[in-house]
């Protein structure tokens, strides 16, 4: 059998070959795409922790570091756009946005975050809770009242699901349907751990009821 293999092999050689070099061409192109995969993170996380330094240390709100802060985020996604730090950013450049009430910008970065993040990411429900913030300021209610119950069916842990009643509360309370912002308040009050805002509840349950 050995020598039938071998004589096979010997007739067959220019194939034999053919295939180990095709084999080994997909391995170094393999290989290759990792090491280059690596480093394109790399880089990007090393722009990144630049860029979220900068927005972390600003406890004064200046806006001339969140405008550097949003230059480097802006950096990122354009040199690096398939990154996981690029995803990240858009989020950060969410909340910088809010914060420098530039609610446009803010909600197309929470947008587009959204649409490249998935729904086990813990932050997922964090862009849909900015995200309906910007949208009650720009008093366009029915997307705020999305975004609010999007971020409450996408997260875990009672303590943000009870601060979202209250948000979809409020947002009902805008629309003029008392009757729907008395159905979350309460919800507010039964699940709620904070006396403080299960109170708040209680009177806002008082006056509109």
């Known amino acids: 059998m050995s020598e039938t293999i071998i004589e096979y ?31 394109y993170e790399n880089s990007a996380d090393r722009l990144y922790s630049s ?11 200046d806006s001339a570091a969140y405008t550097n802060a949003t230059d480097m985020y802006r950096e990122i996604t354009e040199k690096y756009p398939k990154s996981r730090a690029a995803t990240l950013s858009y989020y950060n450049m969410g909340n910088i946005y809010y914060n420098l009430r530039e609610l446009d910008k803010s909600i197309e970065a929470y947008t587009t975050f959204l649409e490249r993040s998935t729904e086990d990411n813990v932050l997922t429900s964090l862009a849909y809770y ?13 997307e705020a009242l999305k975004s609010f119950e999007n971020s ?3 997260i875990i842990g009672t303590h943000f699901t009870v601060i979202n ?4 509360g409020r947002i009902y309370e805008k629309m003029k349907r008392p009757e729907k912002a008395m159905e979350y308040y309460k919800k507010v009050v039964e699940q ?5 805002l299960k109170t708040l509840m209680k009177r806002k349950l008082a006056t509109l009821g």
Request: glycine residues 6%; negative net charge; proline residues 1%.
């Open 51 to 61: 860029a979220f330094n900068t927005y972390s240390a600003n406890v004064k709100n």
């Open 152 to 154: 409450n069916s996408s």
């Open 192 to 196: 709620a751990d904070d006396p403080f």
């Open 165 to 168: 009643y209250s948000n979809i």
């Open 9 to 39: 092999l010997i007739e067959h050689r220019n194939k034999f070959y053919a295939a180990i070099s095709f084999v080994v061409l997909v391995i170094i192109i393999a290989f290759g795409w990792y090491l280059y995969g690596a480093r």
């Open 130 to 142: 900015g995200l309906g913030y910007c949208y009650e300021e720009r008093e366009n209610y029915e």
